[in-house]
Every structure is written in structure tokens, then in C-alpha cells.
């Protein structure tokens, strides 16, 4: 990884809607394989497969900037583990390594919420273990007894 990649805070972040077919995606999909994760390959062929291009109600697909570099993705679907329309439901989020713990994760999830909150009833995700905490602390509640939903965000009135 170059030193352009290095988090440097003065920069800041961008958040814009993202079409994953650019070298700087490709770079940020095979670093979240060398982790072990595949949220970014599955982005990526669904997307080229047409499966998944983000195209229906309330979805949408966000990257981070910084500078040139791709620093993370967070994707909004409609749910497809429910019926109907009225679970979205937070896919594909991924930070790269130096730039966590910046407030960035949060950034990105924070812009799927506020579009979520206008579209759906719900906001679901299945989260590894290791992410428990991250959604937790943005205030996504613990799901327990469902197979593919570990973690919901309820929009009330006013929320
Ligand atoms: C999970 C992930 C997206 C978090 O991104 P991040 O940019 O590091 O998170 P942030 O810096 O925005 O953290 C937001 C909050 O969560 C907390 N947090 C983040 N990661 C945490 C961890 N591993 N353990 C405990 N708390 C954590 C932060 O302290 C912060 O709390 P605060 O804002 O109340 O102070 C990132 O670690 C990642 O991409 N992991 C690998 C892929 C993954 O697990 N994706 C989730 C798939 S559902």
C-alpha cells in the first residue's frame, strides 16, 4: 500500500454515490479479500451481473473519498431476506485498514440511515461479530433468534 494511501485527517472525506467499476474500487475490493471478507466481491458481480445496481426504491450505493483514494463503500437495498418494501438494509460496508477508527464507518452508515429513515420501516444488517460494537454504538439494536439479521435500526415517528 503506497503513502498515498495512508489516512492523513487534514484531507477529510467525500461522500458520493459510487459506481464500483473504477481501479480505485478494484484496489479497495482486493484489499478487503487479502482480510478475508467477500462484501466487495459480491458488490462487484452483482453489479456487473446486473443483479444489484442499487436502482430500486430508496436504494443506494455510497464510496468515501480521500483525495484519489477509495477509503470505503456502504451499499442500501431494499431488504431481499423479507417481503414488500418495507425493510432496507445496510450492505457491503467496508473501511479499509488505515482508515478505521476515524469516524468514517460511521459517515458512511450515518448516509445510509438518513436515506433509510425516508424510505423504509426498518433498517437491518447481518454484522460479523467483530462489527457488533460498531453498529451497537451507532445505535442499531441486538437481534436475537433471526438467521439473517443480527442487528436493526426501527424508525419511529420523528426519529
Ligand atoms: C466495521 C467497520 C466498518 C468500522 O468502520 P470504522 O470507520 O473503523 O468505524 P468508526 O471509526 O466510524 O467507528 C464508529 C464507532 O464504532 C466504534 N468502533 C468501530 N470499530 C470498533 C471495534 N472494532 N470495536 C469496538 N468499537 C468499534 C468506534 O469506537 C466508534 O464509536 P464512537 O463514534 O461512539 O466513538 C470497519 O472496521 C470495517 O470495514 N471492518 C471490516 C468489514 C466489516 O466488518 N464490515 C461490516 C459488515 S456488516
Known sequence: MGASSEAAPEIGYVIKR???TMPAFDALRRESRSEGYWMLVRL????????????KRGEALFGAWH???LAGVC???IDPYFEGRDHGRV???FVSVPHRRNGLGRMLVETVIDRARRHFAVLNTRAPREAFVFYERLGF??????EFVTHRM??????
Open 44 to 55: 462487484a458481480d452483482g453489479w456487473a451481473s446486473g443483479r444489484n445496481k442499487f436502482l
Open 18 to 20: 459510487l459506481r464500483p
Open 154 to 159: 426501527i424508525f419511529g415517528k420523528g426519529s
Open 75 to 77: 451499499g442500501l437495498n
Open 91 to 93: 450492505r457491503h460496508l
Open 67 to 69: 483525495g484519489r483514494d
Open 141 to 146: 439494536h441486538r437481534v436475537e433468534g433471526e
